[in-house]
C-alpha cells in the first residue's frame, strides 16, 4: 500500500475526532455556564478549592467574598474559553481544506496563546482567593507558550515558503 493513500484516511480521521472533541468541548463549557454556579458552591463546600487565602489581604477574610472571587475567576475562564473553541475550529477548517501555510491560521493560534494568557492572569488574580487557581493558571500558561512556539514555527515556514515561491 502506497504512503500517501494510507496516511490520508487516519489524517482526516484525527481532523474529525479533532473537530468533535471542540464539539463535546463546547457543550462543556455550555454546561459550566448553565450549572457553574451550582457546582463551584458544591466543590467550595466541600472544601475542593476552598482551602486558603493570602492573609495580608484582609478583604479576603470572608468565605463569601473568596467564594464570588472563584465564581467570577469560573465565567471568565468559560467566556475565554470560547474564543478558543471557535479559533480552534476555524484552524482544523482550513486544516481540512488543506489551507496550510496561511497567515490566518497563525492569527488563530495568535488568538489560542494570547486567551490561554488571559485564562492564566485571571487564575493568577483569583489565586489570592483559592490556591488551587494557581495551579490553573500554570496550566494555561504552558498551554499559552506551547501555542506560541508551534506558531513562531508556522509563522517562520510561512515565510520561508513564500520565499521559495519567489525564487521559483
Do not use: H
Amino acid at each position: 500500500m502506497d504512503n500517501k493513500t494510507s496516511s490520508k484516511p487516519s489524517y482526516a480521521v484525527w481532523l474529525n475526532l479533532t473537530l468533535a472533541a471542540c464539539g463535546v468541548f463546547f457543550f462543556c463549557c455550555l454546561l459550566g455556564d448553565i450549572l457553574g454556579y451550582s457546582f463551584c458552591k458544591y466543590c467550595w463546600n466541600g472544601g475542593l478549592f476552598n482551602e486558603s487565602y493570602l492573609p495580608f489581604l484582609s478583604f479576603l477574610e470572608s468565605d463569601n467574598v473568596r467564594f464570588v472571587v472563584f465564581l467570577t475567576c469560573f465565567y471568565l475562564s468559560t467566556g475565554i474559553s470560547y474564543i478558543i473553541i471557535y479559533s480552534v475550529i476555524n484552524l482544523l477548517i482550513n486544516l481540512k481544506k488543506n489551507i496550510i501555510f496561511d497567515k490566518v491560521n497563525t492569527r488563530y493560534m495568535t488568538a489560542i496563546s494570547v486567551c490561554c494568557f488571559l485564562i492564566c492572569l485571571v487564575c493568577i488574580i483569583g489565586a489570592c482567593a483559592s490556591y488551587a487557581l494557581f495551579l490553573i493558571s500554570l496550566i494555561g500558561l504552558f498551554v499559552g507558550l506551547i501555542v506560541q512556539c508551534v506558531r513562531l514555527v508556522m509563522d517562520k515556514a510561512i515565510d520561508m515558503r513564500t520565499e521559495l515561491d519567489l525564487t521559483v
